[in-house]
């Protein structure tokens, strides 16, 4: 009887092990496949993948010709979407029997535009060049296109010094003179005039002189499409390079990622000033809330009396760190930014006033924002730190005539540095990734002007600012699951995913570190 | 003599207790003033809440003498304050009246004279109305035997009063030329038109941009009339009776009331409309359109217990004002209730514009400012089913934004329910699969499949939600409708395919699955499960087209669910599972062996042994897990529709408090009603985080009680 129930008992705990383990299995996998496909996405966005020119012919129609960047399944339907080619704007489903020919020719380049536009095509020529190229080679193609491109570059600079610097100081001396009052003024005015007339003519000139430089494409079976080299901002040939190419590629395409500004579309060109934003604002808000935290610790569990009151408030503060983070961002809102800041202006600003300085959402108020948001986190870490060093030693330093301050800061404080450090980068951590409270006080999807830049002051805390999160956020509203401009998307989603996990591991790391230096 | 040594070693002990005093100074009132600063944003969020709670209030700030003027009219051109009145002259015999506009400035005490018009002396050839934030000057006058009612759009600027003219058209009522009393209205395009003649009240209705179309209507004399032109109505009173007249069905209904009616006023949308009754009371009614057909019905009754004199109406921030004899009432206009009334000086007139009122009387205009505006809402504008205007019956309706006119709708019910919804569905996903995992780790894993799980699970709480909410929004939302037959098959499949495992290893292996200790048994199961998902996800992919109707029942709204399910599941599962976790793996070694001791298996141990004891920290972690999903914001921001609906109805769109505090506080006016709701739903989430957090607390310290008594 007995014998027969062991293995029945047997089977049920086997069965509720494999359940529990397939459960957390479950999680794992989950896990595992947000971080792959964030991953692939994100790095793929920069692989320069292959184009193939795809001959195929729909019903008593005339063959075509259309480029597709990236894989290609063999014997699978083919959507063709949203190309920013405006004729090819439309939405074709190729069957495998529709098409006829395909290939990967060295030839066919991709062209970013600065408008974050991209396009496939065929480079047949160029204008403007010394000798019309007739040539297929993607190397002498390229060569010339880097001539020419250097001389449009040369072109467009002095444009930019004529347009932003010589013809705006004429504008600005007559419009002071709008009125002459004197003979003299009035021929002064008059000499303006004529240098203003000859300023425009030579930007006219270089205007006309930059159009005279395009590049010729082929994006089909139409006609050739030329297109200003001065609006193009990358023109490359995947086919054409090899294994080593496209790491190269890669890696410049990674770099550029990281360095250049947004373009106005946010689904092209860099990230830097949102990169910038959420560091800088991190950074500050880590400054701000370190001392703050560590004192409030200290204070909580060296100096305040131990009673029933000083208990209350610690489990308060216990609390306050698993309050919605969007009750922060109300609170920055609404005392910060709307009461402080507009206060801050009465008293400073006031030459400025009605447009608020600090009196709207900006830079400084989301850093102090999240600086009250992550303050319960660091006060509970460094309490946990300054509870784990035993009562002994500081009973023993002040055997050794230590006083309260000196034991504090040569004893307590060193041995309770991991569990500081730690809450200090778990704040860190929580800090960049936050989005909620920071919509509400500063973050905004575009603001390409940096918190810091030359003008005085240097720093400009009052500034909105871009925010990674900010940007992925944005994007999940206006990105579709079929848009190649996803990619961009993953890439910033990555980005962010790195930076957080960075800082945790770094949480990790000091954790172990200094508890190994400061081992009891 | 000292010591130079001795003196030296003073001066340091001196400066040692002098800093040691000093840091512990700085210590206690920084640690003091952190604390502080925390408490200041309770205290914050409680003070932007408490406005709500008060009573709106008008105090006098400005008083202006008017010159000696018979006041008809009072109101804004381009946001200035104008007051129209009559001036006659006596010159011999003759009564000569003009018609004079003055502005009513904040800097001068005299009112100034701005237009004149040359007037009639019984009954004025102008007549002014705001419409929608601008000012009209109505004209009705008989021209070459010709009854011409025009419109024009007035505004001010430096120069002065700026006239448009809009329309014109000849009403040629004709044989009765001998116009008393009149009136106009018009909503965009519509214009109606009332006019007394001896046989009665004359009505009219045109639109503006055509010359044809002039629908005419005539009542008799005891009747009078007021305008709705919006829904083409008439509503004609005849002492206790109020008839409805619709122009396009040319039908008319009819209703009594208590009391003869005295005057009475359209509120802005012109859906419905303010009575005052000759025995003092005043009532509000409402009218919904019922295929084609208006309804009107009295919603409330306000017992102001006085005739009201005047009433003004600012709609978007609920407020009503009724001015009576000797007092003013301010009413909800949501609810129709009446919250406060407050002594008031003799007046006639009054005119509202945000916080500002007015009050005309014969010789002065006097501005008040309305303190504490956002006191007009009260506990049932808030929380209980209100009949708003339009509406077929009472609802919970939260509308913040909200055309000109329109009464904006403040209940907190359906983001309370779609908060508490949100949050049901992501514990009915995160609590299975965190607690099991948290068994397993911690009772059946050995110890270094132990130290790899929970780090692994754990990164998971450390993701930013945004980024969970971008992979829901734009790869699981759409992927959704291919793998939804998948889903559903795992969920069924994978109890089923491991128990076909345990009993190929019963089969097998004498010893039942947790006993292995070096980790292979769970890289197994891992692999299994990874095997058994693409399995049945790649196949169940292949088949969805041919059953995608047993899924039609899922429409988008249902489908978003499943998503918003997932994704706050799986964002809230890591931190029950590591709270969980814990609890489960400090139950005191000694009761489990003592039970294997016994004779107990492991699932022997667990049932009656580990869960029992853990059970507080596990109902506390869940607690927790519920209270960061309710504070979730990022994943049901971009995950649902945000339609705020107070349905239980879980395939229905859903928005949660906090997302409405993302999406509304940035377009919320300072001080306005709706910025001191958004406070109160905010204070609403912290304390009910802050409550579901000591309920946590409490099981916690109730499980650290059990295991110390051990």
Redesign the interface.
Same mark, same amino acid.
């Given at each position: 009887m007995i014998f027969n129930r062991i293995?029945f #008992?047997?089977? #049920?705990?086997?069965?509720?092990? $494999?359940? *529990? $383990?397939? *459960? *957390? $299995?479950?999680?794992?996998?989950?896990?595992l496949t947000?971080f792959s496909?964030?991953f692939i996405n994100g790095i793929g966005f920069f692989w320069p993948s292959n184009i193939n020119q795809i001959n195929y012919q729909l019903q008593d129609q005339a063959i075509q010709t259309v480029y597709v960047q990236g894989k290609i399944k063999q014997n699978s339907p083919l959507n063709i979407t949203g190309h920013s080619e405006p004729a090819q704007n439309k939405n074709i489903v190729l069957q495998p029997r529709h098409i006829i020919e395909r290939g990967q020719p060295d030839e066919l380049a991709e062209v970013l535009l600065y408008s974050g536009r991209k396009r496939l095509a065929r480079v047949v020529g160029f204008e403007g060049a010394k000798d019309q190229q007739l040539t297929k080679d993607p190397k002498e193609l390229l060569a010339t296109y880097t001539a020419l491109k250097y001389t449009t570059e040369q072109l467009s600079r002095r444009l930019e010094q004529v347009l932003l610097q010589e013809l705006a100081e004429v504008q600005k001396a007559l419009a002071t003179l709008a009125l002459p009052t004197t003979a003299k003024d009035a021929v002064q005015k008059l000499a303006l005039m004529r240098q203003y007339r000859q300023l425009n003519a030579a930007v006219g000139e270089t205007r006309r002189e930059l159009a005279g430089y395009q590049i010729l494409l082929d994006p089909g079976d139409r006609q050739t499409v030329s297109v200003p080299i001065n609006d193009v901002a990358q023109l490359s040939f995947p086919n054409s390079l090899g294994w080593s190419g496209k790491v190269w590629h890669w890696m410049k395409n990674v770099g550029r990622f990281i360095a250049d500004d947004p373009q106005r579309t946010n689904s092209r060109g860099g990230v830097f000033p949102a990169l910038f934003g959420t560091v800088l604002m991190v950074l500050i808000m880590t400054i701000l809330v370190t001392p703050?935290?560590v004192?409030?610790a @200290?204070? !909580?569990h060296?100096? &305040?009396p131990v009673n029933r009151f000083t208990s209350i408030?610690r489990?308060?503060? +216990? +609390?306050?760190a698993?309050?919605?983070? @969007?009750?922060?961002?109300?609170?920055g809102?609404?005392?910060l930014v709307?009461h402080l800041g507009t206060s801050v202006d009465e008293l400073f600003f006031s030459d400025r006033l009605p447009t608020p300085t600090f009196g709207a959402?900006g830079l400084f108020w989301a850093a102090l924002t999240m600086a009250?948001l992550t !303050?319960?986190v660091v @006060?509970v870490a460094a309490e946990e730190g300054l509870r784990q060093v035993p009562d002994s030693l500081r009973k023993a330093s002040f055997a050794l005539g230590a *006083?309260? &301050?000196?034991t504090?800061w040569h004893t307590t404080l060193p041995i309770a540095s991991p569990g500081i450090m730690t809450g200090v980068i778990l704040a860190i951590?929580?800090g960049?990734?936050?989005? $909620?409270p920071i919509?509400?006080v500063g973050a905004v999807k575009f603001a390409p002007a940096l918190p810091i830049d030359g003008d005085f002051p240097f720093v400009h805390f009052e500034r909105q600012f871009m925010h990674l =999160?900010v940007l992925?956020?944005d =994007?999940?509203?206006h990105?579709?699951?079929?848009d190649q401009n +996803?990619g961009f998307?993953f890439a910033v989603?990555l980005l962010?995913?790195m930076l957080?996990?960075v800082l +945790?591991m770094l949480a990790v790391v000091t954790r172990t570190k200094l508890r190994r230096r400061y081992a009891l | 003599m000292a010591n130079p040594q001795q003196h030296n070693l003073q001066r340091i002990q001196v400066s040692r207790i002098f800093r040691d005093r000093a840091l512990a100074l700085v210590i206690r009132a920084s640690g003091i003033g952190v604390l502080l600063l925390l408490t200041v944003l309770v205290w914050q969020l409680f003070t932007h809440s408490l406005p709500l709670a008060q009573t709106p209030k008008a105090e006098k700030t400005l008083e202006w003498q008017l010159p000696e003027t018979e006041p008809l009219w009072l109101g804004d051109i381009t946001q200035s304050p104008v007051v129209a009145g009559r001036v006659v002259d006596n010159n011999g015999k003759q009564r000569e009246c003009r018609l004079a506009l003055y502005t009513l400035s904040t800097h001068e005490i005299q009112a100034r004279k701005i237009k004149e018009y040359s007037d009639n002396c019984s009954n004025s050839h102008y007549q002014f109305r705001n419409f929608n934030g601008q000012s009209y000057l109505a004209t009705m006058k008989m021209e070459q035997d010709a009854l011409t009612f025009a419109v024009k759009k007035i505004t001010l600027d430096e120069r002065g009063l700026v006239e448009t003219s809009i329309f014109a058209i000849d009403l040629n009522s004709a044989n009765d030329t001998t116009i008393g009393d009149w009136h106009w209205q018009m909503w965009q395009n519509r214009v109606q038109i009332a006019m007394q003649t001896k046989a009665g009240w004359q009505l009219f209705q045109l639109d503006r941009d055509r010359s044809e179309g002039l629908k005419k209507h005539s009542l008799n004399s005891d009747q009078r009339p007021l305008l709705l032109p919006r829904w083409q109505q008439l509503v004609i009173f005849n002492q206790q009776e109020i008839g409805f007249f619709s122009w396009p069905n040319q039908s008319i209904t009819y209703q009594t009331t208590h009391a003869p009616v005295m005057k009475a006023w359209t509120l802005p949308a012109q859906t419905s409309f303010l009575l005052s009754l000759q025995n003092g009371q005043t009532s509000l009614w409402s009218g919904y359109n019922q295929n084609g057909y208006i309804n009107f019905n009295r919603v409330a009754n306000i017992d102001a217990q006085s005739p009201v004199l005047d009433a003004r109406f600012h709609t978007n921030n609920n407020m009503g004002v009724l001015l009576h004899a000797q007092k003013l009432s301010f009413i909800n206009l949501a609810t129709a209730e009446l919250v406060v009334q407050q002594t008031f000086n003799p007046a006639i007139r009054l005119l509202l514009n945000d916080n500002r009122l007015i009050s005309l009387s014969s010789k002065q205009a006097q501005a008040w400012k309305i303190g504490n505006p956002a006191g007009i809402s009260t506990w049932n504008s808030l929380w209980n089913r209100v009949w708003y205007d339009g509406y077929h019956g009472p609802d919970y309706i939260w509308q913040s934004a909200v055309g000109e006119g329109q009464v904006a709708k403040f209940s907190l019910m359906p983001l309370v329910i779609g908060s508490l919804k949100a949050a049901l569905l992501a514990i009915l996903v995160a609590v299975p699969l965190a607690v099991s995992a948290a068994v397993y780790s911690a009772f059946f894993a050995p110890p270094k499949v132990r130290t790899w799980i929970k780090p692994g699970i754990e990164t998971l709480e450390s993701i930013p939600s945004v980024l969970i909410g971008f992979i829901a929004v734009l790869w699981l939302a759409p992927v959704l409708d291919n793998y939804l037959l998948g889903l559903f098959l795992f969920i069924l499949l994978l109890p089923l395919s491991l128990l076909l495992l345990t009993l190929l290893v019963s089969r097998s292996s004498r010893k039942p699955l947790g006993s292995d200790r070096s980790g292979f048994e769970f890289l197994a199961i891992f692999i299994f499960t990874g095997i058994i998902a693409i399995l049945i996800f790649t196949l169940a992919a292949r088949f969805q087209p041919s059953v995608i109707s047993l899924f039609g029942w899922l429409n988008d709204d249902a489908k978003s669910t499943l998503v918003v399910a997932i994704a706050l599941g799986i964002a809230i599962a890591p931190s029950i599972f590591a709270l969980a976790e814990e609890a489960l793996y400090a139950v005191p070694k000694e009761l489990k062996q003592a039970s294997f001791a016994l004779g107990a298996t492991r699932l022997q141990t667990l049932n009656n042994i580990v869960l029992k004891m853990a059970m507080p920290g596990i109902l506390s972690a869940v607690t927790l897990g519920f209270g960061r999903a309710v504070g979730e914001t990022m994943i049901i921001l971009m995950v649902t529709g945000n339609t705020p609906i107070a349905n239980w109805n879980f395939f229905a769109d859903l928005r949660s408090l906090s997302a409405n505090l993302a999406i509304e506080l940035p377009k919320a006016h300072v001080g306005d009603l709706h910025y001191h709701v958004l406070f109160l739903s905010a204070l609403l989430l912290f304390v009910f985080t802050f409550f579901i957090n000591a309920v946590a607390e409490f099981l916690r310290s109730r499980m650290r009680k059990r295991y110390s008594d051990i």
């Open positions: 293995p #008992r047997q089977r #049920r705990q086997s069965l509720v092990v $494999a359940f *529990t $383990a397939a *459960t *957390t $299995a479950a999680i794992l996998l989950i896990i947000f496909y964030i703050l935290g004192v409030a @200290i204070y !909580l060296e100096y &305040a408030v489990s308060s503060v +216990n +609390n306050l698993s309050v919605p983070s @969007i009750v922060y961002g109300v609170f809102l609404g005392l709307y959402p009250i !303050l319960p @006060i *006083t309260r &301050a000196e504090i951590a929580r960049a990734g936050e989005v $909620a919509i509400l =999160g992925v956020y =994007g999940a509203f990105g579709s699951h079929l +996803n998307m989603c962010l995913l957080v996990l +945790n | -």
